[in-house]
C-alpha cells in the first residue's frame, strides 16, 4: 500500500495550481458577483488538457487516470468552486457516457472534440417532478422514422446555454417506469431545442444553470446513446462516476476555506495575541485538517478504484457526502475564524461558504449517498 | 535549429532558507523548482524550436532531485535531457561549473545554447558566460526580445539606462532576461508524454573529466543569513520636537547624518 502520489500527479497538482492562482483566482470575486461565465478560462483549459483528463489518446484525450482528474477538479474548486463544476460536468456527466455507451461513431463525432475542450457538454437528467427519483421523467421520446422526437424540458442544467453538446433522458414508455427511460445525444442548435430560465443561484454563481426546454425535437437515430430503456442506467453510471468529480470539487473547496484560516489566524491579533495562539483557533484548524485528510482519502480511494475499472459505487457515494459535509464544516468555520471580516465578501470564505452547499445536492443529495451506501452494504 | 537550454534547480522564491547544524543551506523539505530566469529560456528554445523545428536538448547540473525539474521541462515541451550527477560536484564554483559544462554540450549538436541571465539561489551570473567562452562561441546576455533567423540572431538586450540592438551571429550563448516572454504551463498531455523522454543522467567520467581536472578555484569559507529585520521606532510629541528627537536619534543612534 502506498500513500504517494507518483511523480505526473505532483507535476499535474503544481501546473493546475498554478494555473489555478495565476489565472483563475483573480477574477472569481468579480466573477461570482456578476454570475460571469468563464469561457475564456474554458478555452485555457481545453489547451492544458483539463477538459478530457480520464480519456484514452485514441480519443484526443490525456489518458491519465482518475486520481489526475481529481487533482484538477480539486485545484481549480480550491480557488473558483464554480469553474471546478463547470469542468466536472462536462467530463463526467456528457463526456463520460459517450466514452462507456457510445459507439466507435459516436466516440469520434462528440467525445474527440469534447476531451480537447473544442467543444463543452452537459448532461440533462433533471425535471421539474424528476429530482432524485428519475422514474419521474415526463419528458418524451417517440420514434418517428429515422428520428426520435422530443417534447418536456429539464431544469438545473449545469453549463446550459454554453455547452455544445447535450446527454439527455427521455420516456419512450411510461408503462415501464425506469426501463422506459432512453438516452440521447442532442447537439445545440437542433431545431426546436431552447433555453428557458437562467438560475439566480446562492452559490457557484459565475457556473451557468440553465433550463432545457424541447418542442419536437428531432434526434437522428444514430444519436440514440446505448440501446432504448437503457437511459436510467446510463444515468446511474453517470452519476457514479460524476460524484468523483463532485467530491474533489468539496474537496478543493475545503482546502482553499482552510488556507485562508490559516493564514488569517497566524496574521490576525487580538487581546496581544495572535489567533492562532489561542487553543481554541488551534483546535478548529486541527478538526479543518482532519476532516479535510479523511475526506482526501476517500476521493482518491474511490478513484483508485475507478481507475482499476473496479465498482465504485459505495465508494463514491461515501466520497462524495463526506467531502460535501466535510466542504460546508470547514467553510462555516472559516467564516467563524475570520469574524465579521469572514462574513464580508472582501475575504473569499463567504464564497466559499455559499459555494460549498450545492456540494450536498447535486448529482445526488447527501441523503440520496447514504441510500447507495446502506443498499449497498445491506445487498453484500 | 538545434538549441540547448541550461536550467538549474533552485530554491522556491518564497522558501525560508535555514542553516543547518554544520552552516550549510538546509535544502530537506524545501520546495525546489525550475530556476525562474532558465524558465524564459525554455519557453524561448520552445518558441524557436515551433518556429524553426530542431530539437530542444535540456541540460543541467545537480543531484537526483533536479531530474523533476528536467521532467517539468520536458513536460513544457523540450526534446530530451542531460544530468551531470557526480559526488564530486559538491561545491563547484563557476569556472567549474562552465568547463563541465562545455564539455557536456560539445557532445550535443547546437545552434543557441540559451540560459537564464542570473540563478535566484546564488545569483553569480557567470556561468553561461564563462561557458561561451570555454566554447570560444559570442555571448549576449539580458535579452528582452530575441529574433533567429538561419544564420544570425537579433537580440535586445537590457544594459544600464536603455536597451542596445546586437546582431550576432551563430552558434550563440544568450541569457533570458525578465520580460524576454511568458513562461508556458507544461500541459496535460505533455506531462504524461514527459516520462517517456530521454532523460540521461551521467558522471563526470562519462564526459571524460575526472575530478582532479577540476582544482575549485573558488572556495566558500562561510555562510550566514542576513541579521533579522527589527521593528521600526514611533517618536511620540509634538512635530517640531519628535522631528529634533529624529535627528539626534539619526545622528547619534543610526549614525547615518
Same mark, same amino acid.
Given at each position: 500500500?502506498?500513500?504517494?502520489?507518483?511523480?505526473?500527479?505532483?507535476?499535474?497538482?503544481?501546473?493546475?495550481?498554478?494555473?489555478?492562482?495565476?489565472?483563475?483566482?483573480?477574477?472569481?470575486?468579480?466573477?461570482?458577483?456578476?454570475?460571469?461565465?468563464? @469561457?475564456?478560462?474554458?478555452?485555457?483549459?481545453?489547451?492544458?488538457?483539463?477538459?478530457?483528463?480520464?480519456?484514452?489518446?485514441?480519443?484526443?484525450?490525456?489518458?491519465?487516470?482518475?486520481?489526475?482528474?481529481?487533482?484538477?477538479?480539486?485545484? @481549480?474548486?480550491?480557488?473558483?468552486?464554480?469553474?471546478?463544476?463547470?469542468?466536472?460536468?462536462?467530463?463526467?456527466?456528457?463526456?463520460?457516457?459517450?466514452?462507456?455507451?457510445?459507439?466507435?461513431?459516436?466516440?469520434?463525432?462528440?467525445?474527440?472534440?469534447?476531451?480537447?475542450?473544442?467543444?463543452?457538454?452537459?448532461?440533462?437528467?433533471?425535471?421539474?417532478?424528476?429530482?432524485?427519483?428519475?422514474?419521474?421523467?415526463?419528458?418524451?421520446?417517440?420514434?418517428?422514422?429515422?428520428?426520435?422526437?422530443?417534447?418536456?424540458?429539464?431544469?438545473?442544467?449545469?453549463?446550459?446555454?454554453?455547452?455544445?453538446?447535450?446527454?439527455?433522458?427521455?420516456?419512450?414508455?411510461?408503462?415501464?417506469?425506469?426501463?422506459?427511460?432512453?438516452?440521447?445525444?442532442?447537439?445545440?442548435?437542433?431545431?426546436?431545442?431552447?433555453?428557458?430560465?437562467?438560475?439566480?443561484?446562492?452559490?457557484?454563481?459565475?457556473?451557468?444553470?440553465?433550463? @432545457?426546454?424541447?418542442? *419536437?425535437?428531432?434526434?437522428?437515430?444514430?444519436? @440514440?446513446?446505448?440501446?432504448?430503456?437503457?437511459?436510467?442506467?446510463?444515468?446511474?453510471?453517470?452519476?457514479?462516476?460524476?460524484?468523483?468529480?463532485?467530491?474533489?470539487?468539496?474537496?478543493?473547496?475545503?482546502?482553499?476555506?482552510?488556507?485562508?484560516?490559516?493564514?488569517?489566524?497566524?496574521?490576525?491579533?487580538?487581546?496581544?495575541?495572535?489567533?492562532?495562539?489561542?487553543?481554541?483557533?488551534?483546535?478548529?484548524?486541527?478538526?479543518?485538517?482532519?476532516?479535510?485528510?479523511?475526506?482526501?482519502?476517500?476521493?482518491?480511494?474511490?478513484?483508485?478504484?475507478?481507475?482499476?475499472?473496479?465498482?465504485?459505487?459505495?465508494?463514491?457515494?461515501?466520497?462524495?457526502?463526506?467531502?460535501?459535509?466535510?466542504? *460546508?464544516?470547514?467553510?462555516?468555520?472559516?467564516?467563524?475564524?475570520?469574524?465579521?471580516?469572514?462574513?464580508?465578501?472582501?475575504?473569499?470564505?463567504?464564497?466559499?461558504?455559499?459555494?460549498?452547499?450545492?456540494?450536498?445536492?447535486?448529482?445526488?443529495?447527501?441523503?440520496?449517498?447514504?441510500?447507495?451506501?446502506?443498499?449497498?452494504?445491506?445487498?453484500? | 535549429?538545434?538549441?540547448?537550454?541550461?536550467?538549474?534547480?533552485?530554491?522556491? %522564491?518564497?522558501?525560508?532558507?535555514?542553516?543547518?547544524?554544520?552552516?550549510?543551506?538546509?535544502?530537506?523539505?524545501?520546495?525546489?523548482?525550475?530556476?525562474?530566469?532558465?524558465?524564459?529560456?525554455?519557453?524561448?528554445?520552445?518558441?524557436?524550436?515551433?518556429?524553426?523545428?530542431?530539437?530542444?536538448?535540456?541540460?543541467?547540473?545537480?543531484?537526483?532531485?533536479?531530474?523533476?525539474?528536467?521532467?517539468?521541462?520536458?513536460?513544457?515541451?523540450?526534446?530530451?535531457?542531460?544530468?551531470?550527477?557526480?559526488?564530486?560536484?559538491?561545491?563547484?564554483?563557476?569556472?567549474?561549473?562552465?568547463?563541465?559544462?562545455?564539455?557536456?554540450?560539445?557532445?550535443?549538436?547546437?545552434?543557441?545554447?540559451?540560459?537564464?541571465?542570473?540563478?535566484?539561489?546564488?545569483?553569480?551570473?557567470?556561468?553561461?558566460?564563462?561557458?561561451?567562452?570555454?566554447?570560444?562561441?559570442?555571448?549576449?546576455?539580458?535579452?528582452?526580445?530575441?529574433?533567429?533567423?538561419?544564420?544570425?540572431? %537579433?537580440?535586445?538586450?537590457?544594459?544600464?539606462?536603455? %536597451?542596445?540592438?546586437?546582431?550576432?551571429?551563430?552558434?550563440?550563448?544568450?541569457?533570458?532576461?525578465?520580460?524576454?516572454?511568458?513562461?508556458?504551463?507544461? %500541459?496535460?498531455?505533455?506531462?504524461?508524454?514527459?516520462?517517456?523522454?530521454?532523460?540521461?543522467?551521467?558522471?563526470?567520467?562519462?564526459?571524460?573529466?575526472?575530478?582532479?581536472?577540476?582544482?575549485?578555484?573558488?572556495?566558500?569559507?562561510?555562510?550566514?543569513?542576513?541579521?533579522?529585520?527589527?521593528?521600526?521606532?514611533?517618536?511620540?510629541?509634538?512635530?517640531?520636537?519628535?522631528?529634533?528627537?529624529?535627528?539626534?536619534?539619526?545622528?547619534?543612534?543610526?549614525?547615518?547624518?
Amino acid at each position: 500500500m502506498n500513500f504517494d502520489l507518483n511523480e505526473d500527479h505532483i507535476m499535474m497538482r503544481k501546473m493546475v495550481r498554478d494555473f489555478a492562482e495565476e489565472e483563475c483566482a483573480p477574477g472569481a470575486e468579480e466573477r461570482d458577483e456578476h454570475e460571469e461565465f468563464p @469561457l475564456d478560462l474554458w478555452k485555457k483549459c481545453g489547451e492544458l488538457g483539463l477538459t478530457g483528463v480520464t480519456f484514452p489518446e485514441e480519443y484526443s484525450g490525456v489518458g491519465a487516470d482518475y486520481i489526475s482528474y481529481a487533482i484538477t477538479i480539486e485545484e @481549480l474548486s480550491r480557488v473558483d468552486a464554480s469553474l471546478g463544476v463547470t469542468i466536472s460536468a462536462h467530463s463526467s456527466l456528457c463526456a463520460n457516457p459517450i466514452f462507456k455507451f457510445g459507439t466507435e461513431e459516436q466516440k469520434q463525432k462528440y467525445l474527440v472534440p469534447l476531451a480537447t475542450g473544442e467543444k463543452m457538454g452537459a448532461f440533462g437528467l433533471t425535471e421539474s417532478m424528476a429530482g432524485s427519483d428519475a422514474s419521474g421523467t415526463r419528458t418524451t421520446a417517440v420514434r418517428d422514422g429515422n428520428d426520435y422526437v422530443i417534447n418536456g424540458s429539464k431544469i438545473f442544467i449545469t453549463n446550459g446555454y454554453y455547452a455544445d453538446i447535450y446527454v439527455i433522458t427521455a420516456q419512450m414508455d411510461k408503462s415501464k417506469g425506469n426501463r422506459g427511460i432512453t438516452a440521447f445525444i442532442l447537439e445545440k442548435g437542433t431545431p426546436g431545442f431552447t433555453f428557458g430560465k437562467k438560475e439566480k443561484k446562492m452559490g457557484i454563481r459565475s457556473s451557468a444553470t440553465y433550463e @432545457l426546454v424541447f418542442e *419536437n425535437v428531432r434526434i437522428p437515430a444514430e444519436n @440514440l446513446l446505448g440501446e432504448e430503456g437503457q437511459g436510467f442506467k446510463v444515468a446511474m453510471v453517470t452519476l457514479d462516476y460524476g460524484r468523483i468529480g463532485i467530491a474533489s470539487q468539496a474537496l478543493g473547496i475545503a482546502q482553499g476555506a482552510y488556507e485562508q484560516a490559516l493564514k488569517y489566524s497566524k496574521e490576525r491579533s487580538q487581546f496581544g495575541k495572535t489567533l492562532a495562539e489561542f487553543q481554541v483557533t488551534q483546535f478548529k484548524l486541527a478538526d479543518m485538517a482532519l476532516q479535510i485528510e479523511a475526506a482526501r482519502l476517500l476521493v482518491y480511494q474511490a478513484c483508485y478504484l475507478a481507475s482499476e475499472h473496479r465498482p465504485v459505487s459505495k465508494y463514491s457515494a461515501m466520497a462524495k457526502v463526506f467531502a460535501a459535509e466535510t466542504a *460546508n464544516k470547514v467553510t462555516t468555520q472559516a467564516v467563524q475564524i475570520l469574524g465579521g471580516y469572514g462574513y464580508t465578501r472582501d475575504y473569499p470564505v463567504e464564497r466559499m461558504m455559499r459555494d460549498a452547499k450545492i456540494t450536498e445536492i447535486y448529482e445526488g443529495t447527501s441523503e440520496i449517498q447514504r441510500i447507495v451506501i446502506a443498499n449497498s452494504i445491506l445487498k453484500d | 535549429m538545434n538549441i540547448v537550454v541550461c536550467i538549474k534547480q533552485t530554491f522556491d %522564491t518564497e522558501a525560508k532558507i535555514v542553516l543547518d547544524s554544520n552552516g550549510k543551506i538546509e535544502s530537506n523539505g524545501v520546495n525546489l523548482v525550475i530556476n525562474p530566469y532558465d524558465e524564459f529560456a525554455v519557453e524561448e528554445a520552445l518558441k524557436i524550436k515551433e518556429k524553426f523545428g530542431g530539437e530542444v536538448t535540456l541540460i543541467s547540473m545537480g543531484g537526483a532531485r533536479a531530474q523533476e525539474s528536467l521532467r517539468t521541462a520536458l513536460a513544457m515541451g523540450c526534446d530530451k535531457a542531460v544530468l551531470i550527477n557526480d559526488p564530486a560536484l559538491e561545491n563547484p564554483d563557476e569556472w567549474a561549473c562552465a568547463e563541465i559544462l562545455a564539455k557536456a554540450v560539445s557532445q550535443i549538436p547546437y545552434d543557441i545554447i540559451l540560459a537564464g541571465r542570473i540563478a535566484v539561489d546564488d545569483g553569480s551570473s557567470q556561468v553561461a558566460v564563462r561557458l561561451a567562452e570555454v566554447l570560444n562561441i559570442p555571448s549576449v546576455s539580458c535579452a528582452l526580445k530575441l529574433e533567429v533567423e538561419e544564420n544570425k540572431a %537579433t537580440v535586445t538586450r537590457e544594459i544600464d539606462g536603455g %536597451t542596445e540592438l546586437i546582431e550576432v551571429s551563430l552558434p550563440v550563448v544568450i541569457t533570458a532576461q525578465k520580460g524576454l516572454n511568458v513562461p508556458r504551463y507544461p %500541459t496535460m498531455p505533455g506531462i504524461m508524454k514527459a516520462k517517456k523522454k530521454e532523460l540521461k543522467v551521467i558522471t563526470l567520467a562519462d564526459i571524460g573529466i575526472s575530478a582532479t581536472d577540476l582544482p575549485i578555484k573558488m572556495c566558500v569559507q562561510k555562510i550566514s543569513l542576513p541579521n533579522p529585520r527589527k521593528g521600526g521606532k514611533k517618536i511620540p510629541g509634538e512635530a517640531a520636537e519628535a522631528a529634533r528627537e529624529l535627528a539626534r536619534l539619526l545622528r547619534e543612534e543610526a549614525k547615518v547624518l
